[in-house]
């Protein structure tokens, strides 16, 4: 635990700001090439699809090695794909239509990939809100069931991608794969816990010890 929390955390945290640094870097030396502003939004948007996508292969990783502890990197990760996100959607605001909330309106409401992305970037808002462990406590199981949402919001995401690109689909068609896979996986994982429920508390009452006057059936 100590290795996690002094050791391997601090070390993802500082490798999850290097993307940013190199823009940040790249926008002071003039090295971002002749659109430096869709260079920006391409890589933010990039970032946040695969953060999310870490985010959510988090579970299988625990369940396929046994590693329990990798949970606790989870809340780090998702919210640095809601950073990531924040940095996209300002690029969009500040840099490319310079606070012209009329024409972000009418961009949000008439293409399709905007409202996708749009939609997605509010959805990751309240489960960053909701991310603290004072919120876990206050919602209980509300929380688990609040934040499953992240599957919408990065469906939203990879189909904002999918409608974005319009000759090589490679890249989003990967991203829609991986994000296919690790639905699956969840899924195969909540049937498998369902289905394992009614044997669990079948053994438990076999094992229980008959009161003496129960009556035989047998």
């Known amino acids: 635990m100590r290795v996690l929390r002094f050791g391997l955390k601090p070390l993802i945290f500082l490798a999850a700001l290097v993307p940013a640094a190199l823009l940040v870097r790249g926008a002071i030396q ?7 502003i869709e260079e920006i939004t391409h890589q933010t948007g990039l970032w946040t699809l695969r953060f999310l996508m870490i985010t959510l292969a988090v579970t299988p990783v625990r369940r396929i ?14 919210l640095f794909g809601f950073f990531y996100a924040c940095l996209h959607f300002l690029t969009y605001l500040v840099l490319d239509q310079f606070f012209a909330f009329d024409a972000i309106i009418a961009d949000i409401a008439k293409r399709p990939f905007i409202t996708m992305g749009f939609a997605g970037f509010v959805l990751l808002i309240p489960l960053a809100a909701t991310s603290t462990a004072g919120m876990m406590r ?14 919408v919001a990065a469906f939203c995401g990879v189909l904002h991608y999918l409608w974005l690109v319009k000759a090589d689909l490679r890249d989003p068609r990967v991203y829609s794969i991986t994000l296919a896979l690790l639905l ?19 053994r438990l009452v076999a094992k229980s010890p008959r009161p003496a006057n129960a009556g035989h059936y047998d």
């Open 184 to 202: 699956g996986v969840r899924v195969v994982g909540e049937l498998a816990r369902h289905l394992s429920a009614p044997a669990s508390r079948s």
């Open 30 to 36: 003039n090295d971002l090439g002749a659109n430096p």
């Open 65 to 78: 090695t046994g590693w329990h502890a990798v949970i606790r990197l989870r809340r780090m990760l998702g």
């Open 138 to 151: 206050r919602l209980g199981r509300r929380w688990q069931r609040l934040h499953r949402v992240i599957y």
